[in-house]
């Protein structure tokens, strides 16, 4: 049974770096494409980036240049550094593994960002 979980939330001041990490154990890490999604309060979840089996990096517009995926497959982790944090950033982040038709999610770790 694969699970994803993530930690690395927290509060952080406007301006401020946070890095979040989704371990995921249960099956072979390196085959999954992995995502980092976010849900801010009172609105749907969205996605931010995602990172390929490739190592090929995208990410939402309002992200770039301020957060970094990456992964490493030898601790079947894959991370989010965010730097430059803003308010609008608060939100609950979920990781996701994707591989075929196989879906997974982590349980969330909050991110607040407030002076």
């Known amino acids: 049974q694969v699970q994803l979980v993530e930690s690395g939330g927290g509060l952080v001041q406007p301006g401020g770096s946070l890095k979040l990490t989704c371990a995921l154990s249960g099956d072979v890490f390196s085959i999954y494409t992995m995502a980092w999604y976010r849900q801010a309060p009172g609105k749907q979840r969205k996605w931010a980036t995602t990172?390929?089996?490739?190592?090929?990096?995208t990410y939402v517009d309002s992200v770039k240049g301020r957060f970094t995926i990456s992964r490493d497959n030898d601790k079947n982790t894959v991370y989010l550094q965010m730097d430059s944090l803003k308010p609008e950033d608060t939100a609950v982040y979920y990781c996701k593994a994707v591989f075929g038709s196989s879906l997974y999610w982590g349980q969330g770790t909050q991110v607040t960002v407030s002076s």
């Open positions: 990172i390929m089996r490739s190592g090929t990096k």
